[in-house]
């Protein structure tokens, strides 16, 4: 068999939850072989999967789009969206940085508004 994985899988057994919809409901599912761009997972073999939804993993706390990759029978191979998740450390960095940037800049404004002519702050 060819391996056709970019980076390596972890053998987990999760459950999950597959959102196609705010108005439908959440289908239960297994969740197998985690890696950073996918997993396999299961779904009762009365539920019908479309090729994109969110799954979401409770123990994880963790939400990612997916799409559908494969399928034999219950069993689905996924495909995550390259989208970085906001609680990952290098996405809160981010938004510390563009935090702090934001106060020196706002800082700056009021400090130059206390001289004698009117400063405006956009």
């Given at each position: 068999m060819i391996e056709r994985r970019h980076t390596a899988r972890r053998r987990v057994c999760l459950g999950?939850?597959?959102r196609?919809?705010?108005f439908l409901p959440e289908i239960d599912c297994i969740v197998r072989?985690?890696?950073?761009g996918?997993?396999?997972i299961r779904v009762p073999s009365t539920?019908?999967?479309p090729d994109c939804f969110d799954l979401f993993i409770p123990c994880?706390?963790?939400t990612r789009r997916a799409w559908v990759a494969w399928r034999d029978g219950d069993v689905f191979g996924i495909?995550?969206?390259v989208t970085t998740a906001a609680s990952e450390p290098e996405a809160v960095a981010r938004r510390l940085a563009d935090s702090e940037a934001e106060v020196a800049?706002?800082?700056?404004?009021?400090?130059?508004?206390?001289?004698?002519?009117?400063?405006?702050?956009?």
């Open positions: 999950g939850h597959v196609v919809a705010a072989d985690v890696s950073l996918g997993a396999k539920a019908t999967l994880r706390s963790e495909g995550f969206d800049r706002l800082r700056a404004a009021l400090m130059a508004g206390n001289g004698p002519e009117p400063a405006c702050v956009h």
